[in-house]
């Protein structure tokens, strides 16, 4: 199925920045931000309806055929070829490229191996979990040896095992020097490995620097969570008059205020919570995040 | 409004791969995956035609209620009908499953080779496949009902050339059918269209015997299945009523282009969105 029309312009302009050879960079969005359709123009599995896009020195229309021979394409949903075992879908995804099978069963091995699923090269595919046939999806990205790695939200819907083993592998690409564009729509995922970020939405760019930069956008610094016993939305309102709490809304059964000052609002605010009758049961601070700046440019969580 | 991915140079171009090598590679894909699926590939595509063949080419006349030379009549059309069914559904069925839910072709269109070729290859692929149905068939055919009144080989050339565009017509369509049917309406395409073709198709009957119904006559006309059956009736038992060998090549040739055109128009909707 094709991607829905009409976004394109607006994931391209979303990105209508350069993205340097060797970078990390990831596109931040929530789902329908436009992450996969960018992807999909850049990868020319999708067409602009207008702008202009070059990867590794390739027009993305004008020069499709050997633009694709220069990047590896992780899908967001692994593809493997179902007819084909594991060794056969890199062998062949090796001829599609020129190579030998020889050098394409050397190439196979070696990531296999490095990928932790050289025991599996006999396999049907459908053997693999869902770790292993992501695994498997990166291998053959790589077969070729591409310029640029791209990456559709590599990690959706792997345990928490296999998504710390995939970083393990993508710090590894990045450490060799490879450019690789990844989308995510997990906050945490893109601060800890991406160089640079964009925060798109709706097709929209929002924001773009280094992760540390971002986070220093971000605003009400300290987001102070809040769990109350007791009367919330009196609670909440009191916590709003507190001095350097920008806001205070109620979430569930806690008041979620976002601090100027740090932790040095909290007495004042168990103060401000025992004054309107309720009792404070437990309390959590996080320090300004990707989260919090997402939430105050768009006005919504990011999942 | 422009990105720029990489370098704007384009450098360690390395050593150019040949687009052919690429196609052939893809086509090596489809034979082992052919090769493999191979008992599946002939129960799907050689059973029913078989079975047809028992019953009207075998049963019936034994019972002596056919007459014993309706198998000339049958086994051309027969032959037929399993080179565009095998054509078909080799590509029309995996071209359903990997564009609607399973996106296994995308690794094939994001080959280094112009996404029409990975179209083209697939035709290609069809097309072997409804060949070899049709060489499984014809001897069993032969095997089923034994002696076939008028049945001749000498035009050996035009029984394969009339398969091959035959076969590559269908493919064609079948890739067209492919890639515009959704996986839930796969029932659909046997009961609205593959069932159809099969009944018109001058499978069991000569087109020539159609005058008798002379608005049923013209109408099947637009059923590609009549020129293959037709064609291989001309070629493999002359000296019964058959359509003119010219008028159906140039069908089937005008089929093919038609075909194609659709086929590939639709395949480049679904690859590129």
């Given at each position: 199925m094709s991607p829905p029309r009409g976004t394109d312009i607006a994931a391209l302009v979303a990105l209508d920045r350069n993205i340097k050879e060797g970078e990390f960079f990831g596109l931040l969005g929530p789902n329908g931000a436009g992450k996969t359709t960018t992807i999909g123009i850049l990868t020319t599995r999708v067409r602009a309806t207008s702008g202009d896009a070059w990867v590794a020195g390739c027009h993305v229309s004008d020069n499709d055929v050997e633009l694709r021979r220069r990047i590896g394409v992780v899908p967001q949903r692994p593809n493997p070829d179902r007819g084909l075992n594991v060794l056969e879908n890199l062998v062949f995804h090796g001829a599609y490229f020129g190579l030998s099978t020889s050098e394409a069963t050397r190439r196979a091995m070696d990531l296999l191996g490095k990928f932790d699923i050289?025991?599996?090269?006999?396999?049907?595919?459908?053997?693999?979990?869902g770790g292993q046939q992501q695994r498997l999806m990166i291998a053959r990205a790589l077969l070729h040896e591409p310029q640029v790695l791209f990456l559709d939200e590599p990690t959706v819907g792997l345990d928490p095992q296999a998504r710390l083993a995939l970083w393990t592998i993508l710090r590894q690409l990045h450490a060799d020097g490879r450019t690789i564009v990844m989308t995510t729509h997990y906050m945490h995922e893109a601060d800890e490995l991406c160089d640079r970020l964009a925060i798109i939405d709706r097709g929209q760019l929002l924001a773009c620097d280094t992760p540390e930069k971002l986070r220093a956008q971000a605003p009400g610094t300290t987001v102070v969570e809040i769990e109350v016993e007791g009367d919330v939305a009196a609670a909440a309102a009191r916590c709003g008059a507190?001095?350097?709490?920008s806001s205070a809304t109620v979430s569930g059964n806690s008041v979620r205020a976002l601090s100027d000052r740090g932790g040095e609002a909290v007495p004042a605010l168990i103060r401000a919570i025992e004054g309107a009758g309720a009792r404070v049961t437990n309390m959590n601070l996080s320090s300004p995040s990707l989260e919090t700046l997402f939430v105050s440019l768009t006005g919504r969580r990011l999942d | 409004m422009s990105a720029l991915v990489g370098t704007s140079k384009a450098h360690s171009a390395g050593r150019p791969i040949a687009t052919s090598q690429i196609f052939f590679a893809m086509l090596r894909r489809d034979m082992r995956v052919a090769r493999r699926e191979l008992p599946f590939f002939l129960l799907r595509t050689t059973m029913q035609p078989l079975m047809l063949m028992v019953v009207f080419g075998y049963l019936l006349p034994k019972l002596g209620m056919m007459q014993g030379n309706y198998t000339t009549t049958l086994l051309p059309g027969v032959l037929a009908l399993s080179i565009a069914l095998s054509a078909v559904q080799s590509i029309a069925l995996p071209m359903v499953a990997q564009f609607g839910?399973?996106?296994?072709?995308e690794d094939r269109l994001l080959a280094p080779i112009p996404v029409r070729l990975v179209a083209a290859e697939l035709v290609v692929a069809a097309t072997l496949q409804g060949i070899l149905a049709g060489l499984v068939v014809l001897p069993a055919g032969r095997l089923i009902m034994g002696p076939i009144p008028g049945?001749?080989?000498?035009n050996i050339f035009q029984v394969l050339a009339v398969t091959t565009i035959g076969a590559a017509a269908f493919s064609a369509l079948g890739l067209f059918l492919g890639c515009a049917i959704q996986p839930q309406q796969i029932g659909l395409l046997f009961s609205t269209i593959v069932g159809p073709m099969i009944f018109f198709g001058c499978t069991y009957y000569p087109?020539?015997?159609?005058s008798k119904v002379p608005v049923l006559k013209y109408a099947v006309l637009v059923n590609p299945l009549v020129y293959l059956a037709e064609g291989l009736r001309g070629a493999l038992t002359p000296g019964a009523p058959h359509m003119d060998p010219l008028v159906v090549t140039g069908a089937l040739v005008v089929l093919l282009a038609v075909f194609w055109t659709m086929g590939l128009r639709g395949f480049m909707r679904r690859a590129i969105g």
């Open positions: 050289a025991d599996r090269v006999a396999s049907s595919v459908d053997a693999l979990s507190v001095p350097g709490v | 839910f399973s996106r296994e072709i049945l001749e080989l000498a087109w020539a015997a159609l």
